[in-house]
């Protein structure tokens, strides 16, 4: 609150210098109100501090205002009774002093909360704006207590993600749903889920067993890096695991609960060692292959002059539409290496008939790449939906509808949006949360090798730099993106997304709020470490005392 000093009768000297101190005043006191001691993370549109708290131990009552608001009161109830061992009563259209409702003139990810000493009232734009405005109340508890205050807030980015891979390592049903808890509590609102690759196939496809029964289970692992000398060293163990389509279903209900949505990706026509393992006929050679037991690219990927591989990726696709109700499908794209295509005569036969030849910029083989996955587009959006893909697929003369996912940097951005497509950043420097997270990288777990990336670091993402006012519009979202190759364990995954999820999710939902890395560094700390222990996530402490 801004104070009121009165003036007495001075003389004009005293007056001027007395004006410098009063205007001296008033910048710091309005520079506090501004920046208020109640901190949230993302930083919300407005925060208005009030008096006094409301305590949350004593028995409140959650009066749901419309039946879609149910779930997510249960889901608070449940977060409560771990956090605190309350059990909050959960009604609709009763009366209670947590009061949830719904206001169509709110953005449909928008809300407003008011807390005060005997009520906590959040109103949404839908269910999705109240479930957000209760993870503010989560981060707000303190003590059994919730400050006074009033916050609006509504996120910039339509697409706010978090990937997991479970192809490198395989994650459990209750990994999986403890990953989409934390970004919930982060506020994002898609799990991109990572399903298939060389090392490992995790989604059963009930026309194609062999997927699973050969495709989710590798001999062994190698130890340590790929990239050396060699000879590397391999456990001798056995790795595998893959989700039934009930898990599946059960999975994307779990995360629909909490606003989000689940998007697959299904990576294709290369990464796909581990389906040429189960069918080898996918194949350029017709095999035989193994199940990749070392990290890095594989040649062998997807003959794409073989009409049984558009078939198989079309059957495949389908029971990934039954399963998976998003607007997107993520079909990779990524790093498909065109060396068994110019020796393979299949393939040759196809760029010979579609009369694909090399130019200055790039080769047939690279616009092979674009036909199968123009091929594929084509069958999804026939299907109502739209793909995306890595940012490789721009390589040749991509269309314009797929939206492009950059995992290399902001040059891609920028080519992206130019040429007219829709994008989500997730440039490798400021989102692979698989990347050292210190300047000391000696002293981390075994990472991915590439620039190290602390949470300061990730904060830095800006998904605009160098775009024009009118190629924003295309920025779709940002997202974080855990890989697993040296992730074997979900204690480790969690150690790699917080608290770096917490700095993208402030640029996927504040970025036109002036993000300012001091103010940020200064909430994560004061916040953070408390939530997160509240709730038993693993986090990298050493962010806290401000490491970079
Ligand atoms: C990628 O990192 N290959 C998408
Ligand atoms: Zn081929």
Redesign the pocket.
């Known amino acids: 609150m801004m104070k009121t000093i009165k003036l007495q009768t001075v003389s004009i000297a005293t007056l001027g210098v007395m004006r410098k101190f009063l205007l001296t005043i008033t910048a710091i006191l309005s520079l506090a109100s501004l920046r208020a001691a109640v901190y949230v993370i993302p930083e919300p549109v407005s925060v208005q501090e009030g008096k006094g708290c409301f305590n949350m131990t004593k028995g409140a009552k959650i009066n749901c205002a419309d039946e879609s608001l149910l779930k997510s009161a249960e889901i608070f109830a449940a977060d409560m009774n771990t956090v605190l061992g309350v059990q909050l009563i959960v009604t609709v259209n009763n009366d209670g002093n947590i009061i949830l409702s719904l206001d169509s003139t709110l953005g449909k990810e928008e809300y407003r909360l008011t807390v005060t000493k005997k009520k906590i009232n959040i109103v949404g734009g839908s269910s999705a704006g109240v479930f957000y405005g209760l993870q503010t109340v989560k981060q707000l508890l303190k003590d059994g207590n919730i400050p006074a205050v009033t916050i609006e807030d509504r996120p910039h980015f339509d697409h706010r993600g978090a990937l997991l891979d479970v192809a490198r390592y395989f994650f459990t049903v209750e990994e999986v749903k403890k990953y989409i808890d934390i970004i919930a509590l982060h506020k994002m609102n898609v799990f991109h889920w990572h399903l298939t690759d060389d090392q490992g196939w995790r989604i059963e496809i009930k026309s194609h067993p062999r997927l699973t029964e050969i495709g989710s289970m590798r001999k062994e692992t190698i130890i340590g890096k790929h990239n050396g000398p060699g000879p590397h060293k391999y456990d001798g163990k056995p790795h595998g695991g893959y989700y039934t389509q009930e898990q599946i279903r059960e999975i994307v209900k779990y995360a629909a609960d909490r606003n989000i949505t689940v998007i697959p990706e299904i990576d294709l026509p290369g990464h796909m060692q581990a389906a040429l393992a189960a069918y080898p006929h996918l194949g350029c050679t017709g095999g035989p292959y193994e199940m990749r037991c070392t990290w890095g690219i594989s040649r062998d990927v997807l003959c794409a002059g073989n009409e049984q591989v558009y078939e198989f990726i079309e059957e495949v696709l389908t029971e990934v539409c039954e399963l998976f109700p998003s607007e997107f499908i993520h079909i990779g794209g990524?790093?498909c290496p065109k060396n068994t295509w110019q020796k393979c005569p299949k393939c040759q036969e196809k760029i010979r008939v579609l009369g694909l030849k090399d130019d200055r910029r790039h080769k047939a083989e690279h616009y092979l790449q674009n036909y199968v996955m123009g091929r594929i587009e084509k069958f999804l959006n026939d299907s109502g939906r739209k793909i995306i893909g890595?940012d490789e697929i721009l390589e040749g003369n991509a269309g314009k509808t797929a939206t492009i996912m950059v995992?290399h940097d902001q040059n891609d951005v920028v080519k992206a949006a130019r040429r007219g497509n829709d994008v989500i950043a997730t440039t490798?420097h400021y989102c692979y949360l698989d990347y050292s997270q210190t300047s000391d990288p000696a002293s981390e777990p075994l990472h991915m090798d590439g620039r190290y990336l602390s949470m300061q670091q990730a904060y830095r993402l800006d998904p605009y730099d160098r775009l024009y006012t009118h190629e924003k519009e295309r920025v779709i979202g940002v997202q974080a993106n855990v890989?697993t190759e040296f992730i074997a364990d979900f204690g480790r995954v969690q150690f790699a997304l917080l608290p770096r999820l917490a700095a993208i999710c402030e640029t996927a939902w504040a970025y036109d709020r002036k993000k300012d890395l001091n103010t940020f560094v200064t909430k994560a700390k004061t916040i953070l470490p408390g939530i997160y222990q509240a709730y038993g996530y693993h986090y990298a402490p050493y962010f806290f005392e401000g490491i970079e």
């Open positions: 990524d790093e890595w995992w490798r890989w």
